[in-house]
């Protein structure tokens, strides 16, 4: 199965209230100096637990579940081909 790199970029600040301020001392900055979150599961729980903006943690919901699409397709396309030949 396919990893996936995915992020979520926060360009203001105000985004980030209500998340602890360790963990956004934590994120990386880009080259714009906005913030990058990653959809790795230290990264997503935080956020969908603390963010106090409703669009973030719908964007970083929305980016995790998506991890490693359209990748996995194919993967996914024999898994089901196998399947549909034992059965």
Request: proline residues 5%; charged residues 20%.
């Given at each position: 199965i396919?990893?996936?790199?995915?992020?979520?970029t926060?360009r203001d600040?105000?985004?980030l209230?209500?998340?602890?301020p360790?963990?956004?001392?934590?994120l990386?900055?880009d080259?714009?100096?906005?913030?990058?979150?990653p959809?790795d599961?230290?990264?997503?729980?935080p956020?969908i637990s603390y963010?106090s903006?409703e669009s973030?943690r719908k964007?970083l919901y929305l980016?995790?579940?998506n991890k490693?699409?359209?990748?996995?397709?194919?993967?996914?396309?024999?898994?089901?081909?196998k399947?549909?030949?034992?059965?």
């Open positions: 396919n990893a996936d790199t995915a992020t979520v926060v600040q105000k985004e209230a209500g998340l602890p360790d963990f956004v001392e934590s990386k900055r080259a714009q100096g906005q913030w990058v979150i959809t599961a230290s990264a997503v729980q956020v963010a903006d973030l964007r980016a995790w579940r490693a699409y359209p990748g996995n397709i194919p993967v996914l396309q024999q898994l089901l081909a399947r549909q030949q034992i059965a």
